[in-house]
Structure formats: C-alpha cells, structure tokens
C-alpha cells in the first residue's frame, strides 16, 4: 500500500480539527501564484499566506502552459483573483535535464515514440521566469492591467527574490 | 501594489526560520499529488505531508490535462515518485460552470474567439476523478504498476474520501 493509509490516517486528525467550513471558493486575498511542483515548496508557508487566500497552480518547473493560462484564466473570470505570482526556484529538476534527455529516457523504457511531447526545460533560472511572465501578460484572455510578479526561490535559505 | 509587500514582508520571517537546506529535490514520500487550484485545499494538511516529502501538481480542477500529464511523468521519471492522488473537490468552480459559459463570459470581454479554448468543467464529480484516474493509468508515459488513488476533498468537513 505504500504511503496512502499513512495519508488516510492523517487526514483523520485533519478533519477533527476542521474548522474551514465558512470559507467560500472565492480566494479574500485576490491572488494567483503559479510556482513549481518541487516538494520543497510550500507555498503558503514561503509567502505567508493562510486558507482560503489564495489560488495555487503548479506544475513542473512552474511554466506558464497553455494549462497553467485556463487555470489562470479561471482564477481571474471564476474566481476573482486580481494578482498573479510566478515562482520558479534553484536546483530546479528542470534546469538539470533537457526535453531530449527526458525524452530519450522514456523512449527506451516505453518503447514508445514521444517527440510530441515538449518538458519546458530551461538553461537560465532568471530568463525562465521573465518568459513566463511575458506569456501571461501577452495571453489574450488575460487583462492587460493584471500585475503578474516573477520571482526566484531560494531553496537554501527560503528566500523570494523578485525578477520581474 | 496590492497585496505583494505583505507577501515578501511574510517571506522575511520564513527566511529567518528557515532550515531546511539540506532537502533533496527527490519527494522523501515518492508521493506526486495532483489537486485541484482551490484556495481552501492546504495539500500537505489535508494530506498530513511535510516539506519534502512529496511533488504537488494543482491546476483549476484537479485535471489529468497534457500538461499535468507532463509533471507526472517528470515526477516519475526524474524525481523518482511512485504514488500518485488525485484530488478533486466539493463546491469546485469547475462544477458550477461549463465550458461555454466561460467561454462566453471571455468572449464578451476581450472580443475575441476563444473557440479552441477547453476548460474541463465537469457535471459529476465522482465520474470526473474516475475519469483523471484513468487518463493516468492509460498514458503511455507512466509505468502501468503505479497505483493512482482517486479522492473526493469535502470542504465543509475536511475529509478526503477515496473514490477509485
């Protein structure tokens, strides 16, 4: 069975000290942040925010893919979020490997062709985060007006940069 | 400025406390969540997991999209997960909506054609992690001995409940 009844039994706990109920979908602080999956992050720790504050998407690296734009598109439209924050971090999975090198990888195992697929891997940690940025504010269906915020994490001392 | 400066004025004090350099990239767990962007959705509460311990994939439902997908199978591949929870939840925007009305609303507002946009509303709840869970199982791309649990998060108790 793995980890699961471990996570079972501790959402047991969690339910006996539930006390969220009144919380509506709708995020009070108005924001969005779209950061890696690295489970080093957790994200409402490093920015400080409680339940029911704000949205959280995340994916690998912290890419600003077509997903990530209906998740930040749905946040905005649905759910009334009014600020976005872009999180990517250091020792990032993503800067070490390349799209071929994952690709190579899962063809041998699979026996299976993937060059379909792209990974958004990137060489410049900085340069990654200003692109995303750039990707959400040019997204049709994002307003013009909404400020997105790029920013670096530090996983060796639990620091936010700013980048954009 | 919105809500920011609060933001990195939080962080200061994350920074100040911070110990846990000494992390891997690599989920201690070998757990990779994908959840749902709600903000009443604390992962590691809901799930009793620390910082570490597991890669959490979240975009607006909870959905197994190509790009959730993508995560997984660097989860897996490069960060070495072999569990994956799948976590919808009650009252989820993606519920009270379709994907016409979204599309609608966006339309009317930006004046443009989002006809190609999907936005993975769904009618059932249930039916809708049965049917991540087997986008998962079926991918070519993910190992057909990892076992995917599907869950329904209830909001108003704080209870996780496994559907699949």
Request: hydrophobic share 35%; glycine share 6%.
């Amino acid at each position: 069975m793995g980890q699961i009844q471990d996570v079972f039994n501790s959402n047991e706990k969690y339910v006996k000290d539930y006390r969220y109920s009144h919380l509506k979908p709708m995020p009070s602080k108005k924001i969005a942040v779209l950061a890696c999956m690295d489970a080093r992050l957790l994200i409402e720790d490093i920015l400080g925010l409680s339940i029911g504050e704000a949205n959280i998407i995340r994916n690998a690296g912290g890419i600003a893919t077509e997903d990530a734009m209906r998740s930040l598109i749905v946040s905005h439209e649905l759910l009334g979020t009014e600020e976005f924050i872009v999180i990517n971090h250091t020792d990032c999975g993503m800067q070490k490997f390349s799209d071929e090198h994952i690709r190579n990888n899962i063809k041998q195992k699979y026996n299976k062709d993937p060059s379909e697929l792209q990974f958004y891997t990137f060489a410049d940690l900085e340069e990654n985060v200003r692109q995303q940025v750039e990707k959400i504010k040019t997204n049709p269906f994002i307003p013009k007006d909404i400020p997105v915020y790029g920013c670096v994490y530090d996983t060796q001392t639990g620091r936010l940069r700013r980048i954009v």
